[in-house]
């Protein structure tokens, strides 16, 4: 089962901030980056945040990362229609020497 | 470009086995530690196994431990898992993905995927 909490939906009308939440522990989220991933309906997941806030080269600075003790966030700012997906949050965990996924959350642009 | 392939899967009976291969391109492969992640039928993603570039570390979900076994072939550019004694829950769609650096475990590049769907 997952060890990362998120919320299991958000949604926001174009142009809106939408933020995710992601509950962990001081086995993952607590000492180790966090990575956000986003899955668009039918397709392979794609990183978004890696280490906690940084950016891959081509993802928009509308989505941005943060970290705060065993939790962290992801904010979509100027919410677009392309936006609309799921996002999962990830860390490893040193107690299971593996990596652990947020439950998901869905975003929906209404 | 980097790609990754995965091919193998398919219907298997419970208790049967299945060898998913992920071959990859674009990149130095014996460079990278690769992973399995899985996502079963309208549910989240599951982390699976991590295997490093020499295949000298090797990490499993405790979901697979004892029966899923990964491996790589460097000369082949090619990624393994070879899944045993399969049962209902291990239904799902498996990616594999490259690990992008040594120090943090992330995964920059993804397959399409591959289904193996366990049933009788």
């Known amino acids: 089962q997952s060890v990362l909490t998120q919320p299991p939906s958000a949604s926001g009308t174009p142009g809106q901030r939408v933020t995710i939440s992601c509950s962990g522990s001081?086995?993952?989220?607590?000492?180790?980056?966090v990575y956000w991933y986003q899955q668009l309906p039918g397709t392979a997941p794609k990183l978004l945040i890696y280490?906690?806030?940084q950016r891959p080269s081509g993802v928009p600075d509308r989505f941005s990362g943060s970290k705060s003790g065993t939790s962290a966030s992801l904010a979509i700012s100027g919410l677009r229609s392309e936006d609309e997906a799921d996002y999962y949050c990830?860390?490893?965990?040193?107690?299971?020497?593996?990596?652990?996924f947020g439950t998901g959350t869905k975003v929906t642009v209404l | 470009q980097v790609q990754l392939v995965e091919s193998g899967g398919g219907l298997v009976k419970p208790g049967g086995s299945l060898r998913l291969s992920c071959a990859a391109s674009?990149?130095?492969?014996?460079?990278?530690?690769m992973t399995w992640i899985r996502q079963a039928p309208g549910k989240g993603l599951e982390w699976v196994s991590y295997?490093?570039?020499?295949?000298?570390?090797?990490y499993y979900a405790d979901s697979v431990k004892g029966r899923f076994t990964i491996s790589r072939d460097n000369a082949k550019n090619t990624l393994f898992l070879q899944m045993n004694s399969l049962r209902a829950e291990d239904t799902a769609v498996y990616y594999c993905?490259?690990?992008?650096?040594?120090?943090?475990?992330?995964?920059?590049?993804w397959g399409q995927g591959i289904l193996v769907t366990v049933s009788s």
């Open positions: 001081s086995s993952n989220i607590g000492s180790n980056y």
């Open positions: 674009g990149f130095t492969f014996s460079d990278y530690c």
């Open positions: 280490r906690n806030d």
């Open positions: 295997i490093s570039s020499t295949g000298s570390t090797i």
């Open positions: 990830a860390a490893w965990d040193d107690s299971l020497s593996g990596e652990v």
């Open positions: 993905a490259r690990v992008a650096t040594v120090t943090m475990v992330y995964f920059d590049y």
